[in-house]
């Protein structure tokens, strides 16, 4: 049965890489394939309002126009995709994934048996199923936040899904993570043992810009910082979150990075550590689980993303009534309120789930869900993983947009997401950089 099913996905992997590559359609004169795409209802990721029956004409790897079927010529010879009784939106961009990180299941040896026990080819062959798990479920565009002890691998699956060997998402990675000491796993070993770290431990200014650089250097697109490590619950019943990088260090890191016209990521819980992270100019808070009314203004003011991931804190809680547990249950009780204040304020949500911090398997999309049961509505869900993150990656135009001049990441639904935020979780067409990755949707 193993066997069968593995050959399977290796069939499976064998139909599907070459569609990537051989999706031709005839060309135009300038010597693009042009491709015609029939779409029911549009929703373009920027605008409020749905459109329906529109034509948009894809040649080559960009989108060329957009506009409605009556007053539209197809061009001919063009190849035409029929998504006429589909939702058809841009590809969605997942701002914050672990393509080496595969769940942390506790009875797999959760995280150190990932930096322990396995070669570096193992868990980069895993990656490279990851980063198609993203883009079979319709995310054309990751944030990698970091690579938890896999140095520099991201940079290497990225110019493999570039160059096409491999398929996967548009990624922006940000390579090794900068923490202090005592400031992340592996950790509770005996003192004599050296063991491997998941991020790159720092201290001091001078440190802080040296690791910035030689990441930046290696090709980082962003830096990932850790403002925070440990977290517990106090006798007062408040959550408690160690701090990692003194504001100093961190201003050292973010003046180097933002010299290199890139941005840091901040992943930060609340206190101290988070208020050194506002106070130390970060561009983005993930996780944010407890924001102050302080924090959420200041946030607004420095005009600081926020990248929630809701759905991890849901995960593997330990144990109720347990110390861990007790903190896992106060991790969940704080972050919707925080959500919702930061929602209210104003502030740039971006969508982002953690992914690999629970297993790849897990349907992504599932956050969207949880943004709209706090009060988001279902098109401002849709926004925080279209056009909004398109503008934090820089990218305004380019991505998470159907529009012309932007790049042909499309996507298609069997039902109105505005209606059925679940059908997120269920995309039938996924198109990349204008080449059809995936179809179980479209009318033949
Ligand atoms: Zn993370």
Known sequence: MRTAIKLAILLFAALSVPAQINSQSPTDSSGGAVTVIKAGTLIDGAGNTPRSNQIIVVRGNKIVSVGDAASSSIPQGARVIDLSHATVLPGLIESHTHIFLQGEEPA?????VQLLKYPISYRAARATVS??????????TIRDLETEGAGYGDIGIKEAVEQGFIPGPRMFVSTRAISSTAGYPLEGYAPEITVPKGAQLIDGPVEARKAARQQLDNGADWIKVYMTHRSWVDDKGNLISQPTLT?????????ETHGWHKKVACHAYNGI?????????????EHGLELTDA??????????????TLMVYTFNPAPAGTPDGIRDQKRQDVHGPSFQKAM????????????????WTYPIA?????????????????????????????MQGKIGVVAPGAFADIIALSDNPLQNIKILEHVGFVMKD????KDTLSAH
Not at 273 to 284: P, T, V, W
């Open 108 to 112: 797999d040896g959760g995280y150190d």
């Open 131 to 140: 980063a198609r798990r993203a883009l079979e479920q319709g995310f054309t």
């Open 247 to 255: 504001v100093e260090e961190l201003r050292a890191i973010v003046d």
């Open 273 to 285: 550590g988070l208020q050194r992270a506002l106070d130390g100019g970060c561009d983005s808070i």
């Open 295 to 308: 924090n959420v203004a200041q946030m607004v003011r420095q005009g600081t993303w926020y990248c929630p």
């Open 344 to 359: 209210k304020a104003g502030v740039k949500i971006i969508f982002g789930t953690d992914v690999g911090g629970f297993p």
């Open 366 to 394: 599932r956050e969207f869900s949880m943004m709209t049961e706090l009060g988001m509505s279902p098109m401002e869900a849709i926004h925080s993983a279209t056009s909004r993150p398109a503008e934090m990656l820089e």
């Open 434 to 437: 204008g080449s059809v990755f």
